[in-house]
């Protein structure tokens, strides 16, 4: 799996904490749970992008995909 069809710079995250970086100044995170992933994206364009599936988010404004892991998180309103 390519980090790059996971995530992008400025995607906002569901993710777990499993250790610390080598200053104790950063954290390692892991996506690897069917839960945790993108929530909502930054495009290429800079514009905001939504989870449309698992594996992709599509931009609220042109409506072009990209892949992203997202987050499979339940529906609570049900």
Do not use: W
């Amino acid at each position: 799996v390519k980090l790059d069809q996971c995530i992008h710079p400025g995607d906002v995250i569901l993710a777990r904490v499993i250790g610390f970086g080598d200053n104790q100044h950063s954290y390692l995170l892991s996506i690897v749970e069917d839960e945790l992933g993108v929530v909502s994206g930054i495009g290429d364009l800079g514009e905001r992008m939504i989870p449309c599936s698992f594996g992709e988010v599509k931009s609220v404004i042109t409506g072009i995909r990209e892949p992203r892991k997202v987050a499979h998180i339940p529906d609570l309103n049900h």
